[in-house]
């Protein structure tokens, strides 16, 4: 089926690649001090590409960190509604370089099998999801026949999503008056697969600690004390074992006490989405086995269920040959997923007493818990503004509403402050998939995903207006 919205953006698509590739060759890498003028640069294209679709209202709005992206373009209509577009312009570091087949910051075109990919760094998170309302926007416009949108959009696309947007939530706060929405729009995730049209409904949370366990005041002779004096190495080896149960579970006293549990229905929607397991394996997991939780699916276990996981491990001699130690200390960084109903707050408590639960005696713990995190957030499954980005991500795939899936985002992001200070709800449209290598080398988006990206922006706007503001 064709559209009007589809046939601007067929017709517009070279004006989408070359946006992008100009944009992805800004190395805006948020984590990196020395790129900083990079993120700003990446700011300023971003500003000024907003002016250039038509939004009469663009500013940067700077803050401690680096500066985020404000547009809007007000409906002439009374009563529009306001719908808010988040996204980010910050992109991860590239390393290892030796594993991109091109340069991260050099958009190539590459033919793969299922069409045009391009590659880049930032190809699809994000700046590919923010690139595509540029495109989308204008689609709408030329399909409706219209001088302004027919809802307000305002669009709020920050430098620092990468590093865990540690100055989002005060920006948020700061210009609370500015943003206030009826709904907010995240173009930050993706969809199950090329021909299978979903919607992210959740995304988890974020919490982390680092633990210390130190022994002797300094490192000892292993012939001389060992056996004799606790091993901090030992000890943390011990602890982090005992991080799981036989059945997958956190082990943290209180850890599942606010879990929302799962319902029958939200089970049987994931059910839905094709997963193939020992695919999924063989490619972007990389891995030689499925595990986890007892008692839920792989995709249950990554979208739906909290989690505990060890990022990292040292402490002793770890160079050339061998030295003959009991360290003085050991370190071990630990992050936790939180699903809906969790809260930030629980966990550093939490970890502390299962810490000092389980140090052995000689041993003396710390537990540092840095400050921030992110909390986990939902959409309402059954809102009329989930109802309008289900008809809008229908469109643009040539399907029913009701044969759009729901899918969940096992990483996390700043959506849950979005909601707290905003009080809007959450929808999720992404035009990226599974495959993308997010976060690896050669990271690339599927030209035709942004292309239907576009296309389903444009009839979102549309979606919406129809609901009216009381909708």
């Known amino acids: 089926m064709s559209s009007p919205e589809r046939a601007f953006v067929t017709a517009h698509a070279g004006d989408l690649h070359t946006d992008l590739d100009a944009w992805l060759r800004i190395p805006s890498i948020s984590a990196d001090p020395a790129h900083a003028p990079d993120v700003a640069a990446s700011a300023e294209w971003l500003a000024a590409a907003l002016r250039r679709t038509g939004f ?40 290892p370089l030796e594993l991109w087949t091109h340069p991260p910051f050099e958009p190539t075109r590459v033919e793969g099998p299922d069409g045009p990919e391009l590659h880049a760094r930032g190809a699809i998170d994000d700046k590919g999801n923010v690139a595509m309302h540029l495109l989308g926007i204008r689609a709408h416009l030329a399909a409706t026949g219209r001088d302004t949108p027919a809802v307000t959009v305002k669009v709020l696309v920050e430098g620092e999503e990468e590093s865990g947007s540690p100055h989002f939530a005060a920006l948020l706060r700061e210009r609370a008056d500015r943003l206030r929405c009826d709904v907010v729009v995240v173009s930050d995730t993706g969809m199950a697969a090329p021909d299978v049209p979903s919607a992210v409904v959740a995304m988890r949370g974020l919490a982390d600690a680092e633990i210390t366990l130190r022994g002797p005041a300094v490192d000892l002779h292993s012939g001389s004390f060992g056996g004799a004096v606790p091993n901090p190495l030992h000890a943390m080896a011990a602890l982090i074992a005992g991080l799981h149960d036989e059945h997958g579970r956190v082990t943290l006293p209180g850890f599942y006490d606010r879990v929302r549990p799962l319902t029958d229905r939200e089970r049987a929607l994931m059910a ?34 909290p989690t505990a996981e060890v990022n990292g491990m040292w402490g002793g001699y770890t160079g050339p040959g061998h030295k003959t130690i009991i360290p003085a200390e050991a370190h071990a960084k630990v992050t936790f997923r939180l699903v809906a109903d969790q809260r930030l707050a629980d966990v550093g408590p939490m970890v502390r007493d299962w810490v000092a639960a389980n140090t052995p005696e000689g041993i003396e713990a710390d537990v540092h818990v840095p400050a921030g995190g992110v909390s986990p957030c939902a959409s309402d499954l059954d809102s009329p503004a989930m109802a309008a980005l289900l008809a809008a991500i229908g469109q643009a795939n040539d399907r029913d509403p009701a044969d759009v899936l729901f899918t969940r985002e096992g990483g996390s992001g700043p959506e849950a402050d979005l909601v707290d200070v905003l009080g809007a709800p959450l929808v999720f449209l992404g035009a990226g998939l599974p495959t993308d290598r997010i976060h690896s080398p050669n990271e690339r988006v599927l030209l035709p995903m942004l292309h239907r990206g576009a296309e389903a922006a444009a009839h979102l706007w549309r979606e919406l207006a129809a609901l009216g503001r009381a909708g």
């Open 56 to 95: 009469p209202v663009v500013e940067v709005w700077p803050t401690p960190g680096a500066p985020a992206v404000y547009a809007e373009w007000p409906s002439a209509d009374d009563g529009a509604p306001v719908a808010l577009v988040y996204g980010h312009s910050d992109v991860q570091p590239v390393d």
């Open 272 to 305: 839905r989405v094709p997963f193939d397991e020992a695919a999924w394996l063989a490619g972007p997991a990389a891995s030689r086995a499925a595990t986890g939780e007892a008692g839920f699916t792989t995709l249950e276990r990554i979208g739906a269920r």
